[in-house]
Every structure is written in C-alpha cells, then in structure tokens.
C-alpha cells in the first residue's frame, strides 16, 4: 500500500501517480472536502468491483460519483433545465459569511438523479438512479479536469465503520486487508462532516441527509416547481 504526502509544491506530481493508477484500473484513497474518500474510474466494472471488495460493501449499495461540472453531470444523468438552474445554486453558489452555516456550495452536497445507462450496473446497485457531487477540493478539482469522465466515490472506511480522517485511520481499516489501495495520499487531518445528499428525481427536490444544508436554504434555492425530470 503506497503512501505518498500531499503538499502543494507536489501536488502536480501525485495527480499524475492517481491519474496513472485510475486509468489502469486501480484503486486511489484520498482527500475529499469531507472526508478520505476512495476512488476508481467510474466507467470501470472490474475496478468498481475492487471498491466494494476492499470496503466489503453490500453490492446492491450503489457508489455515488464525482463530475466535473453540470455538463458532464447531464450527460451521465437525466437533468431537466429547471434542475439545472437549481445545482447551479447548491453546487455553484460561493460561501457567504453571513450564511455559511447554510450554504456550502460545491464539495458538500450530493444530489440523486435517473442514470442513462451509462455507467456500470455494479455502481448504481442495478438501481435507476446514482448520487452525484462535484468536488470543491483542489486535488479532485484538478483530476477530473484531467480525466475529462467520472469517478466512483465512496468514503474510505471498512462498511458499516467510521469513516477515515487521517492516514493512520486508513492503515488500520487496509493494511491487513486481502484487497489493498494502489495508492494512499496523505493530506492530513480532514475535519469535514458528510455531504448533504438531496434525491431530485421527483417534482421538487428532498433532502435525504442534511449534512449542513438547512430545509430553509434548499427553500430558498428552489425558486419555483421544476418541469419535471
């Protein structure tokens, strides 16, 4: 299980060790705005099978994935434009002093959409749906930028467990274990709490965790009724 230390004078160099083991169809854990997360190309069977081996997660529990942006979000998922205009406020929104407590724009918040069949019946759990996020976190920020598709997530934990905050967390979760990581970045400490995730399959959205975005503020970004799906 290789380990290497993130800091902002290497960071181009470990992108470019990740980017080498996802396209190769390995396993990455690293820092996401919440929490260490795992990682593996999205459109990859044979690797998401390795997450759910490594976490020893239930396969019928879907991975949700990281987009770069709404467009690619649209083309994985079905979007209406009325939906559209609203991720534009929950994921693009920047914070605001005033009510950061409410509005964590993009990294902290997951929102449920209908697939189009293109990603592998392993990720969604044979569901017709799949959690989606874009990062905030420079790291995942400039990856998917470079990988240009999406990456399945899911925190970096042993299922049912807490999820990992640091690196020695991770070591006892995965040393031992029969499926390893191909790659470990250290980026310290993460403090963050879970993501918000809100299910937008239906007519208005619904927040199914709340993370640290209120009811009042999905209120406030949901303007007026959708068009639908």
Not at 205 to 226: A, K, M
Request: proline residues 7%.
């Amino acid at each position: 299980m290789r380990i290497i230390k993130l800091n902002e004078s290497n960071q181009a160099i470990v992108i470019k060790n990740a980017i080498k083991i996802i396209q190769g169809g390995g396993i990455v854990i690293g820092p996401t705005d919440t929490v260490y997360g795992i990682f593996c190309d999205a459109r990859n069977k044979d690797a998401i099978k390795k997450i759910f081996a490594l976490k020893g997660r239930p396969r019928q529990k879907a991975l949700p994935i990281f987009v770069r942006d709404i467009k690619m979000a649209r083309y994985y998922t079905y979007i209406s434009d009325a939906k559209a205009r609203f991720l534009e406020k929950v994921w693009l929104t920047p914070l605001d002093n005033e009510r950061s407590e409410n509005i964590m724009g993009p990294g902290f918040v997951t929102v449920v959409f209908q697939h189009k069949d293109k990603l592998p019946r392993v990720l969604t759990g044979g569901l017709d749906t799949v959690g989606i996020r874009i990062p905030n976190h420079p790291f995942l920020r400039e990856l998917l930028f470079i990988l240009d598709y999406p990456v399945a997530q899911t925190s970096a934990n042993v299922s049912d467990a807490p999820p990992a905050r640091n690196v020695a967390e991770i070591k006892k979760y995965f040393i031992g274990a029969k499926t390893k990581p191909d790659l470990v970045i250290d980026a310290g400490e993460i403090e963050g709490e879970p993501s918000a995730v809100i299910d937008c399959t239906g007519v208005r959205p619904v927040i199914l965790r709340t993370g640290t975005l209120s009811f009042d503020t999905l209120n406030d970004f949901w303007d007026s009724p959708t068009d639908g799906n």
